[in-house]
């Protein structure tokens, strides 16, 4: 294994930034989530990985309800089954900060990650309040955030002006380098530079929200939205894949799931059966030696 590793990273250092759109041409060798997990230093990336690997799931959820006790009854009935439960906060009409403290009980009991979906956009400085104060003082509770990079760096260093000894290494940031949405206005070169962001603010970037493998940095993770059982799409141009398409086909490490789930009429079910599929796709992505 160890050669394995080795053999890895001198192959993802000659191809750490690869081109977007347009497939990543598959590394010959790829490592299991338990391989990355003893690999990348960040903590939040180590802890992401091992959950992965110990829960065998590479689902996250999407739980875009718009109550306190509709996200609670969510959270825990999908639990069992996801890596990360993703978040809209400022979408709960009735948000209070017990809310938070349930949240954070529930990521306990079932061992998954919170990532607060909040696409921070602005300059650093507009960014570092936005993540620490106001009414939901996102860096208390959420260990993953996202941001889009139209602003540059200083998104980044904003975010990362934001921790305090305590959140320090114990949070982790995705870059958004594509869009699910019909039309959007990323293009291969924004994709590019994102990319290039991500590999040189690594200490605190632990990987991307996209539509394809973009990078073969085993520590960063690749998380997908626009995924749905069926390929297809709704009325406001969100795009989807299916599960095995965005694992196997477009390399990408989780998938994000909304509506597929959070509306069936067996949220638990529809999580599973969600989990299973993309597990597997996983698993048959794998090297023969690693499964
Ligand atoms: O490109 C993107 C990025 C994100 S984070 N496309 C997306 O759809 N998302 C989010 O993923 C979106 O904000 C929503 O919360 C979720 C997709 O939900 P679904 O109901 O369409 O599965």
Redesign the pocket.
């Known amino acids: 294994m160890l050669f394995m590793i080795l053999f890895t990273i001198i192959l993802g250092l000659g191809m750490l930034t690869t081109p977007a759109h347009g497939h990543v041409p598959s590394a010959p060798v790829k490592l299991s989530f338990a391989e990355r997990a003893t690999l990348c230093t960040h903590p939040i990336s180590k802890k992401l990985f091992t959950i992965m690997a110990g829960k065998q799931t590479n689902l996250a959820v999407?739980a875009?309800v718009t109550t306190k006790q509709q996200l609670l009854t969510l959270a825990d009935a999908v639990g069992p089954y996801i890596c990360m439960l993703?978040t809209?906060i400022d979408i709960i009409n009735d948000f209070d900060w017990d809310l938070v403290e349930q949240l954070q009980a529930l990521a306990d009991k079932h061992n998954f990650l919170i990532f607060e979906?909040r696409?921070f956009a602005d300059i650093g400085n507009t960014v570092t309040h936005q993540y620490t104060q106001g009414v939901h003082r996102i860096v208390e509770w959420a260990h993953i955030t996202?941001a889009h990079t139209v602003s540059g760096p200083s998104v980044i260093e904003g975010l990362y002006a934001g921790l305090n000894d305590h959140t320090k290494n114990q949070r982790g940031l995705l870059l958004?380098a594509?869009?699910?949405?019909k039309e959007?206005l990323i293009s291969a070169e924004y994709t590019q530079k994102t990319i290039q962001l991500a590999h040189h603010y690594s200490d605190f970037v632990i990987g991307f929200?996209c539509?394809e493998q973009l990078s073969n940095d085993p520590c960063m993770i690749h998380i997908t939205?626009?995924?749905?059982l069926s390929k297809s799409g709704?009325d406001l141009k969100?795009q989807?894949n299916t599960p095995a398409y965005a694992i196997g086909t477009l390399g990408t490490d989780i998938i994000?799931?909304?509506?597929?789930i959070?509306q069936a009429f067996d949220q638990a079910q529809a999580a599973k059966q969600y989990r299973d599929i993309a597990w597997q796709a996983y698993l048959d992505s794998l090297p023969p030696f690693d499964k």
């Open positions: 999407s875009d993703k809209h979906d696409k996202n958004l594509q869009m699910s949405s959007n929200i539509q939205p626009g995924v749905h709704d969100q989807y994000i799931v909304g509506r597929g959070y």
